[in-house]
C-alpha cells in the first residue's frame, strides 16, 4: 500500500470540508472565540443541558458565552497572564467547560486532568507542568502549590467579559495528559489551530449537524467528551447534553429518550451494559458513537438488532484525537474500525518504516502536517518527519478500511509469532453466555509464555471455550487458558486493563 501523499505542506493552510467552506484569519486566532461564534447568532438557543432523572440544568448560547468571558476576566484578575497554565481539578459540572474554554478565550491554557487522580499523581503532574493558577471543587485531590482557587460560576458570570484574545493559531491552546498505560502520562501541548481539524470529524465520523441534540456519557475532563460532546455541538450550533452524576449508565435510555437525543457518543463497555439492561424504543436517535476502547463487532451487531440504529467506530489518541471513523455516509463493514476521514493523510509503516502493502500489519502513521497533532510533548522537539507513528498496529483492506489490531507494545509473542490480541477477542466474542472478554500474554512458569482468555458471564467447561476457539483461530492464536472473573479489568475510559489481567494470572498460580 502506498500512503496517500497529495501534500505533506501545513493542512491548516487549506480549506475544510464540513462546517466551514474557507478558514478563518490564522494570525488572529482564538479556539474559544471559533468554538462560540455559532452561538452568538442564536443566543436563545440551548447550548447545554445537565440531565437528571426528574430535570435539566439548561444553558442558552448567551449564558454560556457570558460565563466563559466572565471566567476568562476572572483568571486575568488573579494575575495569570497570557500563556499561563491553569490546572482544572474539577468535576463534571458546568464549571469545568465553563472554566475550559474561558483560560482559552483569555489567551491562558487550560490543563484537563481526571478529578479520581490521587494527591501523589496530580502533584506530580502538577510538578511537570507549573500552573499559575489550580481551579477546585470540593472532594477532589490537589496538589500542594499554587493555592487552589474555588470555581464558583455564579461569581464568574458577574464579571464584565474580557476580550478575546488573538493571536497566531499555532500558538499553544490547551494541554491534556496521556493515560499512562504504558508508563508515566505524558503532558501533551495542542495549538489552538486543532479546533479546525475538529471539522473534518462533523461529517467524517459524527453526522453532525446544527439541529442535533447530542448526548456524551463521559467525564468532562476526557478529551473525547469535551471534543464531541461539547467543543464539536458548540462549532455548529448544536445542543450537547450531558448526564447529571447521579445518573446510572441503566438509566441513560430514559434520559436519552425523555430529551430527544439524536446522537449518543460513549465507549463499547457502556453500551454492552445498555444492552444487557434492555433498551425501550429510541425513536429521535440516528446512530451512536463509539471511541475510546476497540469496539466488538458482536456488541455492534447486537446494537444494531435491537435499536435498529448503526454504531459508528472511532480511532484516535491524546495526540490527535480521532482521525480514522466509521461515518453515516461511509459506515465501515462488519470487523473494521473505519476509513481515514476526508483531509487525514495516513501511512501504514513496517518497524524500519516503510509503507505495507495492503493487508499486511503495520504501524498506523499520519502526517505530521495534521492541524490536529499535537505541537509537542511538554519539554519534548515537535514531531518530525513525515509521518507521526502512533503506534497503533492496523492493517488496510483493498476497499481502504483499517482494521484494527491492538497497540504495538499489546501485540503478544509466544513462541516467537506476533499474534493481535484483538484478533483473538475478535475470534471468541461470541462465546455462549459470555459477556465481556479479555485476551493477554502471562507466564504460567518462568520463560513459558502464553495466551489466556479472561472472561466475564457465565462459568464455561475449559474443554467448551477450548473446542469454540479451535474452530475459528489457528492453533498457535488460541488461549490455553481460560479464567472466569466477575469483570474485566479496565480503566476509566474503558480501555482493557492488560497488565492487570497478567497480574490476576500470576496470583492464580499454586504457590
Known amino acids: 500500500m502506498q500512503p496517500r501523499q497529495q501534500s505533506l505542506a501545513p493542512l491548516a493552510l487549506r480549506a475544510y470540508p464540513g462546517s466551514m467552506s474557507a478558514l478563518p484569519d490564522l494570525t488572529r486566532f482564538n479556539l ?11 443566543p436563545d438557543k440551548l447550548a447545554l443541558a445537565v440531565l437528571s432523572l426528574t430535570g435539566a440544568e439548561r444553558w442558552s448560547y448567551a449564558r454560556l458565552i457570558g460565563a466563559v468571558r466572565g471566567a476568562g476576566s476572572w483568571m486575568l484578575a488573579q494575575g495569570a497572564q497570557p500563556g499561563d497554565r491553569i490546572l482544572l481539578r474539577l468535576g463534571n459540572t458546568p464549571a469545568y467547560p465553563v472554566a475550559y474554554l474561558g483560560a482559552i478565550a483569555a489567551g491562558l491554557v487550560p490543563v484537563a486532568t481526571s478529578p479520581l487522580l490521587t494527591a501523589p499523581e496530580i502533584t506530580r503532574m502538577s510538578a511537570a507542568i507549573r500552573p499559575r493558577l489550580v481551579l477546585s471543587a470540593p472532594g477532589i485531590a490537589l496538589p ?3 493555592a487552589a482557587q474555588v470555581a464558583d460560576l455564579a461569581l464568574w458570570e458577574a464579571q464584565p467579559p474580557c476580550d478575546w484574545h488573538l493571536g497566531d493559531a499555532g500558538r499553544e491552546g490547551y494541554v491534556v495528559f496521556t493515560s499512562g498505560t504504558s508508563g508515566t502520562p505524558l503532558a501533551v ?11 473534518l470529524m462533523h461529517g467524517g465520523w459524527e453526522g453532525l449537524t446544527v439541529a442535533d441534540r447530542l448526548l456524551h456519557a463521559g467525564a468532562f475532563n476526557w478529551t473525547y467528551t469535551m471534543g464531541t460532546g461539547l467543543l464539536d455541538p458548540w462549532t455548529l450550533g448544536a445542543t450537547a447534553l450531558i448526564p447529571a452524576s447521579s445518573v446510572q449508565i441503566e438509566q441513560l435510555p430514559l434520559v436519552l429518550r425523555r430529551h430527544d437525543a439524536t446522537i449518543l457518543a460513549t465507549v463499547p463497555t457502556v453500551l454492552r451494559r445498555l444492552l444487557r439492561a434492555g433498551l425501550p424504543p429510541l ?3 440516528r446512530h451512536v458513537l463509539s471511541a475510546g476502547e476497540p469496539l466488538p463487532a458482536a456488541l455492534r451487531a447486537a446494537w444494531r438488532a435491537q435499536t435498529g440504529t448503526e454504531v459508528h467506530e472511532a480511532l484516535g489518541m491524546s495526540e490527535i484525537s480521532t482521525f480514522i471513523s466509521s461515518c453515516p455516509d461511509h459506515t465501515a463493514p462488519d470487523g473494521a474500525t473505519g476509513y481515514p476521514q476526508p483531509g487525514r493523510h495516513i501511512a501504514i509503516l513496517s518497524e524500519t518504516g516503510q509503507s505495507l502493502p495492503v493487508g499486511e500489519i503495520g504501524q498506523l502513521a499520519v502526517s505530521t502536517g495534521d492541524p490536529g497533532l499535537m505541537l509537542s510533548y511538554d519539554g519534548h522537539p515537535p514531531p518530525s518527519g513525515p509521518w507521526f507513528a502512533t503506534g497503533d498496529m492496523v492493517h488496510q483492506d483493498a476497499d481502504g478500511a483499517i482494521h484494527y489490531h491492538g497497540r504495538a507494545d499489546e501485540m503478544m509473542n509466544p513462541g516467537g509469532v506476533r499474534v493481535s490480541p484483538r484478533e483473538v477477542e475478535q475470534a471468541l466474542s461470541g462465546l455462549p453466555g459470555v459477556t465481556d472478554l479479555a485476551v493477554a500474554e502471562v507466564e504460567p512458569s518462568p520463560g513459558i509464555r502464553i495466551i489466556a482468555c479472561f472472561y466475564a458471564g457465565t462459568a464455561l467447561p475449559e474443554s467448551t471455550a477450548q473446542a469454540f476457539a479451535a474452530e475459528r483461530l489457528a492453533r498457535y492464536k488460541c488461549p490455553r487458558a481460560f479464567r472466569h472473573l466477575p469483570e474485566i479489568p479496565r480503566g476509566p475510559t474503558g480501555k482493557i486493563n492488560r497488565r492487570a489481567l497478567a497480574t490476576l494470572f500470576r496470583k492464580d498460580l499454586p504457590a
Open 32 to 42: 474559544a472565540a471559533h468554538v462560540l461564534a455559532a452561538g452568538h447568532a442564536t
Open 144 to 146: 500542594p502549590a499554587p
Open 189 to 199: 501541548r495542542h495549538a489552538h489551530r486543532a479546533i479546525l481539524a475538529r471539522a
Open 283 to 285: 425513536p429521535r436517535l
